[in-house]
């Protein structure tokens, strides 16, 4: 049975088979359940401060502030880092950042700027921004000719530009 942190000063005993068919939670097999029932009962511990891992099936607890016992949590970690590597070596990305390595369109990027000093985003707000960056108002995702179309351009502010790039990155 996991046991929870040392320093929490608790020993875990798995109930007995009265405690279990006594037990207000119907024994559906939601050990979960069981088990913080089992917690609060026998020790009267503060039982929100026990969080068992998220992972389906898994009895250990979850790490402090976090929602996964330490493997769960690793592995959740190692299959973003995955996921990211993998959308960086997308033939998008590549034909993007060969794109943005272009030294035409570093010198085309400072003369819209020069041409469209001010963010248009904050503008729409009625709010005077100098701008950063040059956005591409349809992603181009690697395509040169939306990528080199002057009228799919627009003057952000950086952090007008952060809050597009999320928002197209977390809808694709
Ligand atoms: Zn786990
Ligand atoms: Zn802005």
Same mark, same amino acid.
């Given at each position: ?14 109930? +007995?088979? =009265?405690?279990?068919?006594? @037990? +207000?939670?119907?024994? +559906? ?9 089992? !917690? ?11 969080? !068992?891992?998220? /992972? ?8 402090? *502030? ?20 993998? /959308? ?11 794109? =943005? ?6 010198? /085309? ?11 248009? %985003? ?10 950063? %960056? ?24 950086? @952090?007008?530009? @952060?809050?597009? +790039? /999320?928002?197209?990155?977390?809808? *694709?």
């Amino acid at each position: 049975m996991a046991q929870p942190p040392e320093e929490w000063g608790l020993t875990l005993v798995r109930p +007995t088979a =009265y405690e279990y068919a006594s @037990s +207000t939670i119907a024994p +559906t097999g939601n050990r979960r359940a069981l088990l913080r029932w089992y !917690i609060q009962k026998r020790e009267g511990y503060p039982v929100a401060r026990l969080k !068992i891992c998220a /992972a389906s099936g898994c009895e250990e607890f979850a790490l402090p *502030g976090q929602s996964h016992c330490e493997q769960h949590e690793a592995e959740r970690q190692n299959k973003l880092k995955v996921r990211r590597a993998k /959308a960086q070596t997308s033939e998008a990305a590549i034909a993007a950042r060969v794109l =943005y390595a272009d030294p035409r369109w570093k010198a /085309a990027r400072i003369a819209y700027l020069r041409q469209h000093p001010l963010c248009v %985003d904050c503008g729409e707000l009625g709010v005077i921004e100098p701008a950063t %960056d040059v956005d591409h108002i349809i992603p181009h995702k690697g395509d040169r000719k939306l990528f080199w179309d002057r009228s799919n351009w627009q003057s952000l502010c950086h @952090s007008c530009h @952060s809050r597009k +790039t /999320a928002r197209e990155v977390f809808h *694709g």
